[in-house]
């Protein structure tokens, strides 16, 4: 079954902690993306991958790392988290031509940053 | 800055009635347009897409949108809703074919009466 998987769903953390939430996706695209979804704000895109090793900032990257070290995964990455990241996350991906849209997204990672 | 702008937040119909939620950007170069659909404790589905060509495109579950370059809208239609439309619906704009940033709206919730 096509899909893209994040880990963990759920997670209560408190500030400056590491943390690390992963996304996979089993379909062989090329094009990855992480946004955050907050109530009023609509989803904003934090990072984008048009392909291993290439990433780039989307609206909203301060506070936030990526990688994409092969084809499949896209971890995205707090270093030290603090309240304001509290937010419904979405990984995202899709095939690149003719450019990524986004098409198949996972099912959400709440953060909650105390 | 670039931004997508969707002017209803919280739409309230009943069964069988007419829909139609607006939806502008502010960018003057070439765009990608999408309607994205979130069910209630679901993640996002794509609805409908328009990279170019005839300016009304068809999606699926009955909803079409029409692109008006003039006014800089993609306006999402549907002539009769059901309840299972309730949910929330996003607007989204990528700005050229060569990037994977994407740009979202604020979201607009439609709530069906039966």
């Known amino acids: 079954e096509a899909q893209v998987t994040q880990n963990p769903r759920y997670l209560i953390t408190v500030t400056g902690k590491k943390l690390t939430v992963t996304c996979s996706q089993n379909?062989?695209?090329?094009?990855m993306s992480w946004y955050r979804q907050d109530p009023g704000l609509g989803l904003r895109q934090i990072y984008y991958?048009?392909?291993?090793?290439?990433?780039d900032k989307g609206d909203v990257p301060e506070g936030y790392k990526v990688s994409r070290k092969e084809k499949r995964n896209f971890p995205l990455i707090l270093e030290s988290p603090s309240p304001n990241q509290t937010s419904l996350y979405f990984c995202?991906?899709?095939?690149?031509?003719?450019?990524?849209?986004?098409?198949?997204f996972g099912d959400g990672t709440r953060l909650s940053i105390l | 800055a670039q931004s997508v702008s969707q002017h209803n937040h919280h739409v309230i119909l009943s069964e069988a009635a007419s829909l139609e939620l607006g939806c502008n950007y502010s960018?003057?170069?070439?765009?990608?347009l999408f309607w994205y659909v979130q069910y209630p404790g679901q993640h996002l589905q794509l609805l409908l897409k328009?990279?170019?060509?005839?300016?009304l495109v068809k999606g699926i579950k009955g909803f079409e949108a029409e692109f008006i370059k003039s006014k800089f809208s993609f306006n999402l239609r549907k002539p009769s809703v059901q309840w299972s439309d309730t949910a929330e619906y996003f607007c989204?704009?990528?700005?050229?074919?060569?990037?994977?940033?994407?740009?979202f709206g604020q979201g607009t919730t439609l709530q069906v009466k039966p």
């Open positions: 995202a991906s899709s095939p690149t031509s003719p450019g990524g849209q986004p098409q198949h």
């Open positions: 379909m062989n695209h090329e094009y």
């Open positions: 991958s048009m392909n291993v090793e290439v990433t």
């Open positions: 960018y003057g170069g070439t765009v990608n």
């Open positions: 328009y990279f170019s060509g005839d300016p």
């Open positions: 989204a704009v990528r700005l050229s074919s060569n990037t994977g940033k994407l740009i």
